[in-house]
């Protein structure tokens, strides 16, 4: 399977490499997003300062935008560190944190997506579903309805921006307009952890610097975040503290004999 | 015991309901209590933009705020979602970090009391004499000293504000003015990770966003906060980074059974 | 070995008079360098308003500055905070994060050297360089190369401001201006965890606030640091999440024996 052979090159290219991922995110999830993308082996920088970030994105490989904690003027700073990474020609992965629960949120994210070329966008159900239009229930941060299914949601995110968006639960869409992926990975103790969806996110950075298909970088990199979760769920049973630490050790610990063994992925043609 | 089938009844509404519990709350501790609140089975959401907080309070079911690291702007947030929540009719849960230390703080809670309808507050001994004008010694977020004792001190705060007043120590005392309860769970490790004490907040503020009477909502709270306690340090040992960890394994394990049989609660009748 | 000595009078004092050490530092490790501190047996603060840092060196035993997320108005609190620290007496410890990266990094973190009498600067060697004026490399806040030695990196950095330079990396080089330690201590795991620079730092902060010499506090600190790592590395091996955890508790549990038995420092007189 050849998204099989990408995520293991791509692991192999961010060990190697050690791309600077460069993240404008929240407060909640700084460290562990940070951590998340040490332990894959790229190297994570925390900027938002308007004085500098254009600067930050010239050393950086990508630059990843999470509104999860926002205000106007770290939108700001996102705009301004987008342009430059636009100009540079590094991509963009957004993070729609709770996109739907507020109009400052969902008006964020439609001017980070009109404003800038964002490669990736990465959500759950119902932050993507708010970002299209389609009607949906967001909980804080948790998806809880939406009126649409998890693909069509990607796809009309992907037609509507020109972008891939990934669309996170219990089976990841990954969506460019005309190539849809579902990945089957991940353990339901994911969710039991504050900022494991910013973290795959940020993961999602870790591989868009060292792929350049879009496509590929946020399929391969939500499966191998899926599988990190497994392995992880493996040492610590029920126990959402012990998975959290676990994840790290998994992540870090991520090899090529995990992503053949477990690595469960569809891949189909879209309208 | 009354109050026992409460702490259970709450756990149960809390991980049937899964209020959304809407914090404003300290850089320090953003990442700990939203993990405290999801383990425990609420859902949390951190929203600090003027421009969203009232928004984001009309899909809460409570709302915390927290000093820890406070800036005018913040207090200002602060104020406009807790006249929102007010409004709505949610609970209000104050953790005053730090009052006592600097007169910023000590106004600000003081602002935040009198402005706003506060159902709930938890802090140490030092921190809530200081909202009250009692001669106290904070050292930093430290309780040193106290010139009353935790039941006056809470009592004090309870009469002064009309709210209920929850002062936790070595005994945790709640007092609403009428009814003070004596909590005799927690462990000593509770004292050397950073945040438990705003984790204990958090949790008062899911109780309360299903129980209305606001002295149940709070020693009920506290009483699981501390059971989950001494459930971590039985498997974690004089090891706080560990014990931390547990923690958050013990708030999500959390059962009857353990509440029945680890619960040490004294309530008696005031003034 | 005298400085041996000392790191274990400084734990000794650390523990006894548990020092309140304020810290105006980046998002990213507020929460673990707080714990770090507090581990060790100090007590951390983390405030950085402008209208109560003063306020709060009032009551502080020493000032760590860390530039890790700054924004200008952060540096404005910085310097407030540090002349009333400079004015009081108390040590300040500086960690300039990302120096070198940017121009406002680097621009910040020489006003602060130039506005403030600053004890100790811990940094790594890319960062340390940057701040002398020798060519240096950092991708993020991670050291890829500079053009002189971690040694004259060191003294060049004291001879400029007067102050105790120390450049961590796999030997730690700790130097007044006259003095030159060597500190073998430490763990390869120590760079696959987010913070662990930043919390190195947080204790040099420590030791500083109850040892006057603070050569003597740097060098005492970052052995005892490096002590603790190698000690977590023993139970958690490869992995960093578990390590992470267990550095937490190889802090709070360091002792005499260990400090005995593990310490590797070479002092030298130097041009």
């Known amino acids: 399977m050849e998204l099989l052979e990408s995520i ?17 995110t929240n407060f909640v999830v700084m460290n562990e997003t940070a951590n998340a993308i040490l332990c894959i082996g790229a190297l994570p920088i925390m900027s938002h300062a308007a004085e500098e970030v254009q600067e930050m994105v010239g050393i950086a490989n990508c630059l990843v935008l999470n509104i999860g904690t926002l205000s106007p003027d770290w939108i700001d700073a996102m705009i301004a560190a987008g342009k430059a990474a636009n100009k540079k020609g590094i991509p963009i992965v957004l993070d729609p944190v709770g996109a739907g629960a507020t ?14 070329r964002i490669s990736s966008v990465r959500g759950n159900l119902a932050e993507v579903a708010a970002l299209v239009g389609i009607a949906s229930e967001v909980r ?24 891939t968006a990934a669309v996170t639960g219990a089976t990841d869409i990954v969506c460019d307009g005309s190539r849809l992926a579902r990945i089957s990975n991940g353990h339901p103790l994911l969710g039991k952890v504050v900022g494991t969806g910013c973290m795959s996110t940020a993961i999602v950075g870790a591989f868009a610097a060292v792929e350049p298909d879009p496509f590929t970088a946020s399929a391969a990199a939500l499966t191998a975040f899926g599988i990190a979760g497994e392995l992880a769920a493996t040492v610590s049973g029920d126990r959402p503290g012990t ?29």
């Open 8 to 24: 293991i090159e791509c692991l192999r290219r961010i060990r190697e490499r050690k791309p600077l991922i460069h993240n404008i």
């Open 103 to 116: 109009r400052l949120r969902t008006e964020s994210c439609r001017r980070l997506l009109s404003e800038l």
């Open 243 to 271: 998975f959290h630490v676990e994840l790290y050790n998994a992540l870090y610990a991520l090899s090529e004999d995990h992503v053949r063994s477990a690595a469960k992925i569809e891949i189909a043609n879209v309208g």
């Open 140 to 163: 804080g941060v948790e998806s809880i309805a939406a009126a649409d299914s998890p693909e069509r949601v990607a796809q009309a995110l992907a037609e509507t921006y020109g972008c």
